[in-house]
């Protein structure tokens, strides 16, 4: 079976499966499916999954630890902190603020452990920056979770190079997770470049576009009511109703490839380099196996250019996250 490698202590398949739409944010579904849907990734060699404490809240985590307790030997489990999560309201509403204090780092590790039902945490990430804690503070907390054997290695989110550069002179960090797909493409900028030069795994989030990359979403209607991408400036109907002829273009070569568009666009991502592992959502078992398929496919220089210049950003109409939730990223 074909690995990758996340820093020096991780080792995973190819493509992870990113779990948050199975309970947070896209509308959620069953827990019999989601179940399913988990070991259903295990057996056909999905090794890396990736939660949050916020995910829910709390009920992702949850849900991985009924689903993967099983064959918890055989899976790498990445999981989040640093907001802080308010009692009340639901959803993305009860998400108020960050906190990266070590107290706190250290207090959602143990409540994670309890939620995953799980002795260690594989990858145990800092979710956001906290520009009021210094990042030497809370990656020299996350390392003491490490010593005392609770962590296996340490991840950061949507950080920018010279953050990462620091914490990594605390201790090293095993993987970087920012959104990054044929649409979203910051990490080329320079984050990417120090995750080479320093060891550092990259995990890119929502590698298809939050759906839109796989062809299949091409209005507002085909999400339901309650689905946070509604929020979102490319989910408005008229930056999608745009963007679909930038899709089609996709579509149009993933046909000639003989793939589905949404593995074309998975492909891609892999092709920038052998120490990046996506972690596409998928709540669906067929999708599930499309995206893990992705790995098998071949593509030469030439075809990785033509499929980045065919979809480049500037193509794109609508940025990635509200002015509000780009504040907390590049931190």
């Given at each position: 079976m074909k690995t990758r490698k996340l820093?020096?202590?991780?080792?995973?398949?190819?493509?992870?499966?990113?779990?948050?739409?199975?309970?947070?944010?896209?509308?959620?579904?069953?827990?019999?499916?989601?179940?399913?849907?988990?070991?259903?990734?295990?057996?056909?060699?999905?090794?890396?999954?990736?939660?949050?404490?916020?995910?829910?809240?709390?009920?992702?985590?949850?849900?991985?630890?009924?689903?993967?307790?099983?064959?918890?030997?055989?899976?790498?489990?990445?999981?989040?902190?640093?907001?802080?999560?308010?009692?009340?309201?639901?959803?993305?509403?009860?998400?108020?603020?960050?906190?990266?204090?070590?107290?706190?780092?250290?207090?959602?590790?143990?409540?994670?452990?309890?939620?995953?039902?799980?002795?260690?945490?594989?990858?145990?990430?800092?979710?956001?920056?906290?520009?009021?804690?210094?990042?030497?503070?809370?990656?020299?907390?996350?390392?003491?979770?490490?010593?005392?054997?609770?962590?296996?290695?340490?991840?950061?989110?949507?950080?920018?190079?010279?953050?990462?550069?620091?914490?990594?002179?605390?201790?090293?960090?095993?993987?970087?997770?920012?959104?990054?797909?044929?649409w979203s493409r910051d990490p080329e900028d320079e984050i990417l470049a120090v995750c080479r030069e320093l060891g550092v795994g990259f995990v890119p989030y929502s590698p298809l576009g939050r759906g839109l990359l796989t062809g299949t979403l091409s209005k507002p209607d085909a999400l339901g009511a309650s689905d946070w991408r509604l929020t979102l400036p490319r989910f408005q109907a008229e930056a999608m109703e745009a963007n679909n002829a930038v899709i089609a273009v996709l579509e149009k070569m993933a046909a000639g490839k003989g793939v589905t568009t949404a593995q074309l666009a998975l492909a891609w991502v892999l092709h920038q380099g052998d120490f990046i592992v996506p972690i596409p959502g998928a709540r669906k078992i067929r999708h599930l196996e499309q995206n893990t398929a992705a790995a098998g496919i071949e593509l030469s220089a030439a075809e990785v250019a033509a499929i980045g210049d065919a979809l480049s950003p500037d193509k794109v109409v609508g940025k990635r996250y509200t002015e509000e939730l780009l504040a907390l990223v590049n931190g």
């Open positions: 820093g020096t202590e991780l080792e995973v398949f190819p493509v992870g499966l990113g779990c948050m739409g199975m309970s947070f944010g896209y509308g959620g579904q069953p827990e019999a499916e989601a179940i399913a849907t988990l070991r259903r990734a295990v057996e056909i060699g999905v090794t890396f999954f990736d939660t949050a404490e916020v995910y829910g809240p709390f009920e992702n985590e949850i849900l991985l630890g009924r689903a993967l307790k099983p064959v918890r030997d055989k899976v790498t489990i990445a999981t989040k902190f640093g907001f802080k999560i308010s009692e009340h309201g639901s959803g993305t509403d009860r998400m108020i603020g960050v906190d990266s204090r070590p107290e706190h780092v250290k207090a959602v590790a143990e409540a994670s452990l309890k939620r995953l039902d799980t002795d260690v945490i594989d990858l145990y990430y800092q979710h956001r920056v906290d520009p009021n804690v210094p990042i030497e503070d809370t990656v020299g907390a996350m390392a003491e979770l490490v010593r005392e054997g609770k962590v296996r290695a340490l991840g950061l989110s949507e950080v920018s190079a010279a953050t990462l550069r620091r914490a990594h002179a605390v201790h090293p960090i095993a993987a970087v997770q920012s959104e990054y797909s044929l």
